[in-house]
């Protein structure tokens, strides 16, 4: 098993910056990626970012290319979310997911945190 806990999340106004961050821990070793999704009230939720739990490559949601950087720390098993330029439209509930095989940019994650709430102001 493996647990996900988000922090970070918070109040900004627009075009202001966030550092979301996800500690993972247990069985650690057996994820293949680690991504981040989102979702609004009243939508579906939405793929973000992810990253190859090795490799380090990234993938990303058209919408927040050239502003959100994905990375992780796999000495401090610590996935981050660093966001600039943010949106109104970027408020959500940020969730941190893991999964041990498969398409890094698909739903199917295997595990997930509680999530964290990114709240911008106009």
């Known amino acids: 098993q493996v647990q996900l806990v988000e922090s970070g999340g918070g109040l900004v106004q627009a075009e202001g910056s966030l550092r979301l961050s996800c500690a993972a821990s247990?069985?650690?070793?057996?994820?293949?990626?680690l991504g981040w999704f989102r979702q609004a009230p009243g939508k579906w939720r939405q793929f973000v970012a992810a990253i190859s739990w090795s490799g380090g490559k990234a993938y990303y949601t058209d919408s927040v290319k050239g502003r959100f950087t994905i990375s992780r720390d796999n000495a401090k098993n610590t996935l981050y979310l660093e966001m600039s330029s943010l949106k109104p439209d970027d408020t959500a509930v940020y969730y941190c997911?893991?999964?041990?095989?498969?398409?890094?940019?698909?739903?199917?994650?295997?595990?997930w945190g509680q999530g964290t709430q990114v709240t911008v102001s106009s």
């Open positions: 247990g069985r650690t070793f057996s994820m293949s990626a």
């Open positions: 997911a893991g999964r041990v095989a498969g398409d890094p940019q698909s739903f199917d994650y295997d595990y």
